[in-house]
Antibody
Framework: EVQLLESGGGLVQPGGSLRLSCAAS????????VSWVRQAPGKGLEWVST???????????YYADSVKGRFTISRDNSKNTLYLQLNSLRPEDTAVYYC?????????????WGQGTLVTVSS | EIVLTQSPGTLSLSPGERATLSCRAS???????VAWYQQKPGQAPRLLIY???IRATGVPDRLSGSGSGTDFTLTISRLEPEDFAVYYC?????????FGQGTKVEIK
């Protein structure tokens, strides 16, 4: 069974930084792309970032325009862990951040979701 | 970027009734790469349908997806109590992938 377990969320001031982690288990982590999707309180889903797996060009990264230049996605296949470094945080970045596994392509449909970690940006 | 518009925003129905949820894309979705997700309060979304009409593992056959091009539909033939939730469509045919704003199916 695929399991994705996020951690690292919390309260941070505007302009601050945070690093989210996602521990994966139950499948061959290195072989698959992994992504972050966020959901602001009471709002819909927004794709944030993806990093490719071993198929294609490993380690290729993709970002939503809203976070490009501020967020950095990375992975450590030896630890089966995905990361998201969040810098220059804004109040509009407040959301639950889900670690997800896309299928078929790097930006594919999502067959597995973590439980999410809440990031709150507020002074 | 492809914009997905879901309608209606809220659907008020009784158990046993049929639910029809619409997802309209601002331009044609390549290969009909549309997925549907269900989300209940306090939970992560759950995959229901991918490639417009393929049910994910464990999804009951009262849920079905259809459509092509720019118009896609999720149909629940007979609503069960566990079907009352928020539903999102996603297109993954073009980058960036995008989601609709959601349709809430509530008990009438």
């Amino acid at each position: 069974e695929v399991q994705l377990l996020e951690s690292g969320g919390g309260l941070v001031q505007p302009g601050g930084s945070l690093r989210l982690s996602c521990a994966a288990s139950g499948y061959t982590f290195s072989g698959f792309a992994v992504s972050w999707v966020r959901q602001a309180p009471g709002k819909g889903l927004e794709w944030v970032s993806t990093i490719s797996g071993s198929v294609g060009i490993p380690g290729t990264t993709y970002y939503a325009d809203s976070v490009k230049g501020r967020f950095t996605i990375s992975r450590d296949n030896s630890k089966n862990t995905l990361y998201l470094q969040l810098n220059s945080l804004r109040p509009e970045d407040t959301a639950v951040y889900y670690c997800v596994r896309p299928r078929i392509r790097d930006e594919g449909y999502i067959d597995s979701w973590g439980q999410g970690t809440l990031v709150t940006v507020s002074s | 970027e492809i914009v997905l518009t879901q309608s209606p925003g809220t659907l008020s129905l009784s158990p046993g009734e049929r639910a029809t949820l619409s997802c309209r894309a601002s331009q044609s979705v390549s290969s009909n790469f549309v997925a549907w997700y269900q989300q209940k309060p306090g939970q992560a979304p759950r995959l229901l349908i991918y490639a417009a009409s393929i049910r994910a593992t464990g999804v009951p056959d009262r849920l079905s997806g259809s459509g092509s091009g720019t118009d896609f539909t999720l149909t629940i033939s007979r609503l069960e109590p566990e079907d009352f939730a928020v539903y999102y469509c996603q297109q993954y045919g073009s980058s960036p992938q995008t989601f609709g704003q959601g349709t809430k199916v509530e008990i009438k």
